[in-house]
């Protein structure tokens, strides 16, 4: 009896630890991105999710001949990633992945995303570059950090590399900040991590989640809507 409480009490207190260590690790990842954000995605483990997904009843269900036959001539015209693509990116191992949407002062739409990758910078850039390569490149520096700015043409970037880190935002201002956050200097503003309704809501979040997501839906909206709506000048 006693053998059996005490394996309890171990089981137990190691659920416990997990709930805590991947909920701890969510906030820690949320204490990267600004206050104001309207959504945020955070994929612990992007080569588990995806493993996860290939077990699942609806991918079973898309290599179904007749599915592939259905999808064959518009993935002809937008194919999906080879296998190539898929190795290049499980070789990664990439950790912690996080986008954040955040509404500047006129609803414009910015976005805030990076991961943590086993390799050198250079495997990221080839990987993410397979899909999207810049027309053009250019680097500054901040503080002890090399950023990169990239145009391609209908929109721009910039990103930068931490140690193993990758972040990239679409506002330089926002990267900045980002690189700032993760060099833990001590004057910022607050973060998305530092607020209730986010904790809360990620203490509701099943302990061994493939993606998590966070949504406030009125501030959500309003930036969906700004980008919909027909520009009122001649």
């Not at 309890?8 to 104001?36: C, N």
């Not at 992945?97 to 990758?117: C, H, M, S």
């Not at 140690?163 to 990267?175: Q, V, Y």
Request: aromatic share 10%; glycine share 4%.
């Amino acid at each position: 009896l006693l053998l059996a409480i005490v394996l309890t009490v171990v089981v137990l207190g190691a659920i416990y630890a997990w709930h805590t260590r991947s909920v701890r690790a969510a906030a820690d990842i949320a204490s990267l991105v600004p206050e104001d954000t309207v959504a945020f995605v955070h994929l612990p483990d992007f080569n588990r999710t995806i493993n996860d997904w290939k077990r699942s009843d609806v991918y079973q269900l898309f290599l179904e001949p007749t599915v592939q036959e259905f999808l064959r001539q518009p993935l002809a015209r937008r194919p999906l990633a080879s296998g190539e693509d898929a190795a290049a990116l499980e070789n990664l191992r990439i950790k912690d992945a996080f986008v954040a949407l955040r509404a500047g002062t006129d609803k414009t739409p910015r976005l805030i995303g990076g991961f943590a990758f086993s390799g050198i910078p250079d495997d990221v850039r080839r990987v993410t570059e397979r899909w999207i390569r810049p027309v053009s490149r250019s680097e500054t520096k901040y503080r002890d950090h090399a950023i990169e700015s990239l145009n391609f043409g209908t929109f721009s970037a910039v990103q930068a590399f931490v140690g193993h880190w990758f972040f990239a935002a679409t506002s330089e201002e926002d990267l900045r900040i980002l690189l700032d956050r993760a060099d833990r200097r001590a004057v910022l503003p607050a973060s998305l991590g530092s607020r209730r309704d986010f904790r809360n809501a990620m203490s509701q979040v099943s302990a061994n989640y493939a993606v998590a997501s966070y949504i406030v839906p009125k501030l959500f909206a309003d930036c969906l809507l700004a980008q919909t709506k027909p520009s009122l000048t001649p």
